[in-house]
């Protein structure tokens, strides 16, 4: 089946760090790639997406590139600050037999320190 | 603006009680789905409805059940409350049923069961 693995936090940097988020997937099919934030006390928030081998989602200064090759999908960020701090979700959703199926890694939570 | 939301925030029940958590959203989406978020689990997927009088079992469904009676709602019922139902609650929703559509979260329910 279906499933995402993300490396286990917490993750501690200074401001103005480089990050790196590991992602990767096991998956049947062409799946889309996602990653979410969650802050305290909220629900998720989408913060990119990859519909397709090769494609990179961005936002926030937050990049991930959809690798088929390494079945990767990454979260980077050239320089972080303390509001990036939260907790972030890899997730896939395929499609299987007209049924929308979603499955999520465990999280990583990030702590900025400034 | 379109929104998603729960309640209550925050719920305290005993063991065997019945327990109904609500989720609203104003979006107009077919797709509605209940999932619970542990520590070392990520998101479990409990029920789902592609649209009203439609409900599905997720990966964790035992001791739930869901009705969808219209579009904006799908409340969420423990039948028995049990200590292992301590956990927080997400609901979502999306537009499509393809996978390259996102799922809007509400805030989340804090459930513990004494």
């Known amino acids: 089946g279906d499933s995402v693995t993300q490396m286990e936090g917490p993750v501690t940097l200074s401001e103005e760090a480089f990050l790196t988020i590991n992602c990767t997937y096991t998956?049947?099919?062409?799946?889309?790639l996602f990653w979410y934030v969650q802050y305290p006390g909220e629900g998720l928030q989408l913060l990119l997406k990859a519909t397709k081998a090769d494609d990179k989602g961005s936002n926030k200064g937050f990049e991930a590139t959809y690798r088929k090759e390494t079945t990767s999908f990454h979260l980077e960020k050239g320089s972080v600050q303390v509001s990036d701090s939260a907790v972030y979700f890899c997730?896939?959703?395929?499609?299987?037999?007209?049924?929308?199926?979603?499955?999520f890694g465990t999280g990583t939570k990030l702590q900025v320190i400034p | 603006d379109a929104e998603i939301t729960q309640s209550p925030r925050h719920k305290i029940t005993e063991t065997g009680r019945q327990v109904t958590l609500a989720c609203h959203q104003t979006?107009?989406?077919?797709?509605m789905f209940w999932y619970r978020q542990d520590l070392g689990h990520g998101l479990r997927l409990i029920h789902y409805s592609y649209g009203v009088q439609d409900t599905n079992k997720g990966e964790v469904s035992d001791g739930y059940s869901v009705s969808r009676s219209n579009t904006e709602d799908l409340p969420l019922t423990l039948e028995s409350a049990a200590s292992s139902q301590t956990s927080v609650y997400f609901c979502?929703?999306?537009?499509?049923?393809?996978?390259?559509?996102?799922?809007?979260f509400g805030p989340g329910t804090r459930l513990t069961v004494t």
């Open positions: 979502a929703s999306s537009e499509g049923r393809g996978h390259s559509y996102e799922q809007y």
């Open positions: 998956a049947t099919g062409y799946p889309s």
């Open positions: 979006w107009n989406h077919n797709n």
């Open positions: 997730a896939l959703r395929s499609l299987s037999g007209g049924y929308q199926k979603v499955t």
